[in-house]
């Protein structure tokens, strides 16, 4: 009995090892294909957020979010490649690409799951 306890643990504490370097993998794969903008958008309407008291609303769909989400870096996945004039690059979601076009002329837009 002792023994068969023994080994549930050990496999236990193999799974919870497994288990940890799983979650810094998905943090690592999640980091490099989130939206680098240094400010949060509506994932659906761009920028369109009013933010008051802490509460972010998009003034499009109304949807809320319980924290300051233009005054926090994007972080949503990347569906966009824009690449402009002078040949920069930068990866962005959805949400940032809005207002990518109407503000940067002459960019090219690439969906990435295309």
């Not at 799983?22 to 989130?34: C, I, P, S, Y």
């Not at 949503?76 to 040949?87: C, E």
Request: aromatic share 6%; net charge positive.
């Amino acid at each position: 009995m002792l023994l068969t306890a023994r080994q549930a643990a050990g496999w236990m504490a193999r799974g919870a090892e497994d288990l940890q370097l799983a979650a810094k993998e998905l943090a690592r794969v999640q980091a490099e294909q989130t939206c680098a903008m240094p400010w949060g958008v509506c994932p659906e309407h761009g920028n369109t957020l009013s933010s008051r008291a802490g509460i972010s609303e998009c003034r499009v769909c109304h949807r809320t979010w319980n924290y300051d989400r233009p005054g926090r870096p994007c972080g949503q996945p990347v569906t966009w490649r824009v690449i402009d004039r002078t040949g920069n690059e930068t990866r962005m979601c959805d949400g940032h690409v809005l207002g990518a076009r109407a503000a940067v002329a002459g960019a090219t837009f690439m969906r990435l799951d295309q």
